[in-house]
Antibody, heavy 120, light 107 residues
Framework: QVQLQESGPGLVKPSETLSLTCTVS????????WTWIRQPPGKGLQWIGY???????KYNPSLKSRVTISADTSKKQFSLELTSVTAADTAVYYC??????????????WGQGTTVTVSS | DIQMTQSPSTLSASVGDRVTITCRAS??????LSWFQQRPGKAPKLLIY???SLQSGVPSRFSGSGSGTDFTLSISGLQHEDFATYYC?????????FGQGTKVEIK
């Protein structure tokens, strides 16, 4: 049973960098896309970006200049960095696995989510 | 960006009811459409992928249909645990985008 666990600071100061790591257990990191999705308090879901296990990435253009997703296959981890944060980046951040098939992507395994608050 | 519009935003229903949620995309999706259920304080859960394929372990009372730009999620025989918020999501092109959500409430 694949499980994902987010880790990182719960409080980040404005203008600083938000850094989160997702650890994959119970399964392989290979052959999948791995994605970050966030949810501001009381609001809907926003896709941040994904990484394929070999390193290719895609980001949401609304965040592109500030976001980096990387992976360490040896540690079975992938990470999110978001620079120059503001209060608008306060959200629950989820890491998740994406399974690809013919005419579909399924975000089928999710971490429990971690709350990040941007405040001085 | 592909805009995803769900309706209704809120739906009141009773246990045993059949409910339908609609999702409309601003351009064709080639069936790259998923549905998620989210209970309060929990991560979203994948219900349907590829517009109509039921995710493993999801009860068969959930079904998805549609093509092109118009899709529906149906729940036949609503159960207590189905009262939650539902989101559609397109993965046809980046940035992947979600609908605004439909909250299914107890009538």
């Amino acid at each position: 049973q694949v499980q994902l666990q987010e880790s990182g600071p719960g409080l980040v100061k404005p203008s600083e960098t938000l850094s989160l790591t997702c650890t994959v257990s119970g399964g392989s990191i290979s052959d999948y896309y791995w994605t970050w999705i966030r949810q501001p308090p009381g609001k809907g879901l926003q896709w941040i970006g994904y990484i394929f296990y070999i390193g290719s990435t895609k980001y949401n253009p609304s965040l592109k200049s500030r976001v980096t997703i990387s992976a360490d296959t040896s540690k079975k981890q992938f990470s999110l960095e978001l620079t120059s944060v503001t209060a608008a980046d306060t959200a629950v951040y989820y890491c998740a696995r994406v399974t690809r098939g013919y005419s579909y992507h399924g975000v089928d395994v999710w971490g429990q989510g971690t709350t990040v608050t941007v405040s001085s | 960006d592909i805009q995803m519009t769900q309706s209704p935003s809120t739906l009141s229903a009773s246990v045993g009811d059949r409910v339908t949620i609609t999702c409309r995309a601003s351009q064709t999706l080639n069936n790259y459409l998923s549905w998620f259920q989210q209970r309060p304080g929990k991560a979203p859960k994948l219900l349907i992928y590829g517009a109509s394929s039921l995710q493993s372990g999801v009860p068969s009372r959930f079904s998805g249909s549609g093509s092109g730009t118009d899709f529906t999620l149906s729940i036949s025989g609503l159960q207590h645990e189905d009262f939650a918020t539902y989101y559609c999501q397109q993965s046809y092109s980046t940035p992947w985008t979600f609908g605004q959500g439909t909250k299914v409430e107890i009538k």
